[in-house]
């Protein structure tokens, strides 16, 4: 086998899960050349990955259709021999279709799936972990079963976040693309007001997360809380990562940056679960949950905008 394309136009936890099907590829076919194909945005999480070959990206601010013809063109003119999509949604299965690749292998779910060359099952709830599910679509070719993600910050991300690791911190990252996923502001001050007076702590996320940070370093007061929201690169967060003590997230990216450098993780699961399938995945990990049981709890695979019974109590009443 001497070309593949991975697809997974997804969300950046999901890209990040996606990377042992890397790995386990380049492992089995050393000399096999890997292209990967991500959601405009997300590039970055793969730059520098020693196993990708090219990584491209689906724009559709340009036009859905457009950036579909214009990526089928590219993939037909590569020839891969293989083509594999990890996305269940039917753009990624139209361009896994009309990708050309000699085979083409998926989950059953997207609605492209009964042209595909191979398809498993991809069941959600049973406890296996996404990365296991990913790498069921290669198990035939010898891949093992569980294999960390990886991500590969450089020397240049390093150095730009030197001045910050000179001494034991912390990191939190309290924001969420959904709410219901987001553990509620007065936990995270909570939490903070939990630890040694002297700690650093540095809140992490992206630009938008910059409010949320603020609010939370303002309500704590204190000198050693850091709001680096929107100020680091998705690598240069990772690199931080890596060097923090701990890393407290929700069940969302920041999680499986977490599991990718391998640190210590307290994850915090409010309307999601960790049987779903993105639980963390470094060596020493807790998850963390309200303990009695919610007849709402889990109230949907990817949280919402607001709690659907009004009280957020999955959230509100989990124990710091």
């Known amino acids: 086998m001497n070309k593949a394309l991975i697809i997974q136009t997804a969300f950046l936890g999901d890209v990040i899960l996606a990377t042992p ?47 579909i013809l214009s990526l089928t063109k590219t993939f037909r003119s590569n020839r891969y021999d293989l083509v594999i999509n990890l996305q269940r949604y039917g753009s990624s299965g139209l361009l896994t279709v ?23 099952t991809h069941q959600i709830g049973d406890g296996t972990h996404e990365v296991e599910r990913n790498l ?21 991300h390093a150095k730009a976040i030197k001045h910050l690791t000179g001494e034991s911190f912390i990191c939190l990252a309290p924001a969420s693309v959904w709410f219901t996923k987001q553990l509620p502001v007065h936990k995270w001050v909570e939490l903070i007001e939990k630890q040694p007076t002297n700690q650093v702590i540095y809140l992490i996320g992206g630009p938008s997360d910059f409010n949320l940070c603020e609010d939370i370093k303002n309500q704590v007061g204190s000198s050693s809380v850091f709001n680096l929201a929107g100020q680091l690169s998705l690598l240069e967060s990772a690199v931080l990562i890596q060097h923090a003590s701990r890393a407290y997230v929700n069940d969302s990216g920041p999680l499986h940056l977490a599991s990718a450098v391998n640190t210590p993780t307290t994850a915090f699961f409010c309307s999601t679960t960790p049987d779903f399938g993105f639980g963390p995945l470094a060596d020493e990990a807790v998850v963390v949950q309200y ?30």
């Not at 196993?51 to 724009?59: G, H, L, M, V």
């Not at 891949?143 to 910050?153: D, E, M, Y």
């Not at 709402?296 to 009004?310: N, R, Y």
């Open 98 to 120: 009309l990708s050309g690749g000699k085979e083409t292998r998926g989950f059953g779910k997207n609605p492209f799936s009964f042209l595909y060359h191979i398809k498993k």
């Open 21 to 67: 099907v890397v790995s386990e590829l380049k492992r089995i076919y050393p000399d096999i050349s890997i292209d990967f194909l991500v959601k405009k945005g997300n590039e970055e999480l793969l730059a520098n990955h020693p196993s990708i070959n090219k990584t491209y990206t689906f724009n559709k601010s340009t036009g859905k259709l457009r950036a």
């Open 291 to 320: 303990e009695k049981t919610l007849n709402c709890k889990p109230c949907g695979l990817h949280g919402h905008k607001s709690c659907p019974e009004g009280h957020f109590r999955c959230g509100n009443d989990i124990k710091i």
């Open 136 to 156: 069921s679509l290669i198990t035939d070719l010898g891949a093992q079963k569980l294999v960390r993600p990886s991500i590969n910050p450089t020397a240049e």
